[in-house]
């Protein structure tokens, strides 16, 4: 444990003893230096840390101050049952709602994306001009698929770091996350399979599923400990199921994380039926805390499973660089990719290689975390102090969503319509399924800067709440 997460833990102890209690002015930064013997950067980031868990708020010319405690909210039920779709329809809808949060007057709860200002690395900037002035055109041909070879050596060694042996041999680079899932999944079906998918599950499954013409089975999924693998365990005796699509961490839009020895039994299913995992993990780098938690991926002894994230949500979304640890079809989805985008560009690929190497971007990493937590902790205050008591919500440690729920007949699709009125985008959760069961909830981004524009959003869409809520009587 670092000096500052040390003198972090120590404030926090004092405040649940009640040494500082909820409004009391903290010692400033310089008295604590003087008191505890640490450098004044050492003092600053532990009560930044406090701050990003809720525990202290800053006040501009004033200092820190103990922040009021949230009250805890009750959680989320997620999915219900199994939803079996042999015609999967629902690009359409989702359509809408993103093409909502491209205008600049609508305040982006509903968005997919970090907020931009959160991820300006002018170090970056710096490598891709001096990339640009140095490509010659035989670089293109250097670098098509399976991608660059030094920045796969780079992800390789990323893997290497949290203890998962991934050869740069098995990764492919390609234009963004949804291209390396995608890919993976057309990989390993033929239109007309039958695939594995969450329930609520990331709308990006539901719509490569329907470009495919694949079928898809949607488990139930606990906000807790993931999809229900009991119910799996039954439909892959019915089925001729093929692959398996889901996110173990900091699942979108459900926010669940699989513990430990759920995954191990998911691997044991999997591997048992022979059934590719498609495993979905863009938020890996987004955790709070020390340690991450493990990928599926790190238990992959058959090389039957394909690992895809990007670096879209956390260090350029404009570069549209991504990646899958593809195991054994690594040479089937670079076939894939020849035939349909030929490759990633090659220009963000030489860019991101050589600011990898150059260092920086764990140091990038440590302060987005902060920065998300911190956020995610003042979107759930704003939650408690507009919303009916009624919500329930659930929140990852990790990533940049909430998921909240009303008890039917409450229609999050109608809510959706009101807020956007008043320029406000929510994720209706009706975008996550091809059936009616989630019509009552809905998703927040929660990674845009705080302000009163922002405030005031989320005190609006509180007030839309409470009306819905008087109209179901």
Known sequence: MTRYEQLAGMIRQQIEDDI???????????????????????????????????????????????????????????????????????????????????????????????????????????????????????????????????????????????????????????????????????????????????????????????????????????????????????????????????????????????????????????????????????????????EPPEPIKAWDTENNFMHCSSFSKCLAPGYRVGWVAAGKHAKKIQQLQIMSTVSASTPTQLAIADY????GYDNHLRRLRRQLEQLQSQMLRAISDYFPQSVKVNSARGGYFLWLEFEPPFNANRLYKLALAKNISIAPGSMFSTSSQFDHAFRLNTSFAWNETQALAMKELGGLCHALLRECG
Request: aromatic share 8%; charged share 20%.
């Open 356 to 359: 990898l190497t150059q260092g």
């Open 20 to 290: 500082w209690q909820v409004g009391d002015r903290l010692p400033s930064l310089r008295e604590t230096v003087k008191s505890s013997g640490l450098s004044l950067m050492t003092v600053l980031q532990a009560y930044q840390l406090l701050e990003s868990q809720g525990w202290v708020v800053a006040r501009p010319q004033s200092g820190y101050y103990v922040a009021m405690r949230l009250k805890p909210f009750a959680a989320a039920k997620g999915g219900k049952g199994l939803n079996l779709s042999e015609n999967v329809e629902i690009s359409a809808s989702i359509f809408d709602v993103l093409q909502a949060c491209k205008d600049p007057q609508i305040i982006p709860f509903g968005s997919a994306f970090p907020d931009p200002s959160l991820l300006v690395e002018p170090k970056l900037s710096k490598t891709l001009a001096s990339v640009a002035r140095r490509f010659v055109p035989h670089s293109s041909l250097a670098n098509l698929p399976p991608g660059n070879e030094k920045l796969r050596r780079n992800i390789s060694r990323r893997y290497a770091s949290y203890g998962i042996h991934v050869s740069p041999d098995e990764i492919v680079i390609t234009a963004g996350a949804m291209e390396s899932l995608s890919f993976s999944l057309q990989s390993v079906t033929s239109p007309g399979d039958w695939v594995v998918i969450e329930s609520p599950a990331f709308y990006g499954a539901l719509q490569a599923i329907e470009r495919l013409r694949l079928k898809s089975i949607a488990i139930k999924t606990d906000p807790h400990t993931g999809i229900d693998l009991d119910s799996l365990e039954e439909i892959v005796q019915k089925y001729p199921i093929k692959a398996c699509w889901l996110m173990s961490r900091f699942q979108n839009p459900l926010c669940s994380t699989m513990p430990t020895k759920h995954k191990q039994r998911l691997v044991e299913i999997l591997n048992q039926n022979q059934i590719a995992l498609v495993e979905d993990d863009v938020y890996s780098e987004l955790y709070f805390g020390q």
